[in-house]
C-alpha cells in the first residue's frame, strides 16, 4: 500500500514569491491534516479537513496561507506571498475517518531567501 | 502551541542500554501517542495509550501514563543504532473534535 505521498521534498524560493505543496493521503483516508515543523521542534496543526471540509484551520496564517482539498482526496498547500520565517518543513498526514493513527508523508522543505 | 514537552531534549546512549522519554501535557487527554522521526523524514506511529490504560507494550516499547500526574514515558529496551532518532508524543484533548496537538520532541542518538 502507497504511503503519502508530498511533493516537491525540497523548495528554495525568493522571499514575496508564491509557492504551493501537494500531498496525496493513504487511499480511503477521510482525514487529511497540514503541518508546519520547525527545526528542533514537533508540528505544529495548519489545518486539518474531513473530506472535503476544513474543520479546524484555526493555525492557518490566512493572510498568506491557503489550502484546499478538491473531491476530499488530494490536497495543496498556497503560500503567496512567501516571508522569510516560512522556511520549514510543511507534513502532510493523513487518517481514517475516527481513528487515531496518523500516517505521515516525507514532508516539504521550503527555504526561503 | 505545544501541548506536550518532552523531557529530556536530548539524550545519548550506548547499544544496548535501556532509554527512557518522558512527556508532561497540560490538559486532560483522551490518548497520547508517541511518534518516531528519523532525520529528514516524516513521523511514524509507534504506540496509542488511552486515558483508561496505564501501561502499554509494543515489541520492545513500553508506554506508561499517569492521567494525575499528566505525564507518560516511553521505555525502549535494548537499543539499537537504528533507534536514534527524535521521538514525541502527541496528545488528543478530552472534549470536542480529534484535535491532536505534538510536544517539542526528545532527539535519542544510540552508539554503535
Known amino acids: 500500500e502507497a504511503g503519502v505521498v508530498q511533493s516537491p521534498r525540497y523548495k528554495i524560493i525568493e522571499k514575496k514569491q508564491p509557492v504551493a505543496f501537494w500531498c496525496n493521503p493513504i487511499?480511503?483516508?477521510?482525514?487529511l491534516y497540514w503541518y508546519l515543523q520547525n527545526l528542533g521542534q514537533g508540528p505544529e496543526l495548519l489545518i486539518r479537513?474531513?473530506?472535503?471540509?476544513?474543520?479546524?484551520d484555526s493555525q492557518l496564517p490566512k493572510d498568506r496561507f491557503s489550502a484546499e482539498r478538491l473531491k476530499g482526496v488530494d490536497s495543496t498547500l498556497k503560500i503567496q506571498p512567501a516571508e522569510l520565517g516560512d522556511s520549514a518543513v510543511y507534513l502532510c498526514?493523513?487518517?481514517?475517518?475516527?481513528?487515531?493513527?496518523?500516517?505521515f508523508g516525507p514532508g516539504t522543505r521550503l527555504t526561503v531567501l | 502551541s505545544q501541548q506536550g514537552e518532552e523531557d529530556p531534549q536530548a539524550l545519548s546512549i550506548q547499544e544496548g542500554e535501556n532509554a527512557t522519554m518522558n512527556c508532561s501535557y497540560k490538559?486532560?487527554?483522551?490518548?497520547l501517542q508517541w511518534y518516531r522521526q528519523n532525520s529528514g523524514r516524516g513521523l511514524v506511529h509507534l504506540i496509542l495509550?488511552?486515558?483508561?490504560?496505564r501501561e502499554k507494550h509494543s515489541g520492545r516499547l513500553r508506554v506508561t501514563l499517569d492521567t494525575s500526574k499528566k505525564s507518560s514515558s516511553l521505555l525502549i529496551t535494548a537499543s539499537r543504532a537504528a533507534d536514534t532518532a527524535s521521538y514525541f508524543c502527541?496528545?488528543?484533548?478530552?472534549?470536542?473534535?480529534?484535535?491532536?496537538?505534538f510536544g517539542t520532541g526528545t532527539k535519542l542518538q544510540v552508539i554503535p
Open positions: 498526514a493523513s487518517s481514517l475517518f475516527g481513528t487515531d493513527t496518523q500516517y
Open positions: 487511499s480511503g483516508h477521510n482525514t
Open positions: 479537513y474531513e473530506n472535503e471540509e476544513a474543520v479546524d
Open positions: 490538559t486532560s487527554i483522551n490518548n
Open positions: 495509550i488511552r486515558s483508561n490504560e
Open positions: 502527541a496528545t488528543e484533548r478530552n472534549g470536542g473534535y480529534q484535535k491532536v496537538t
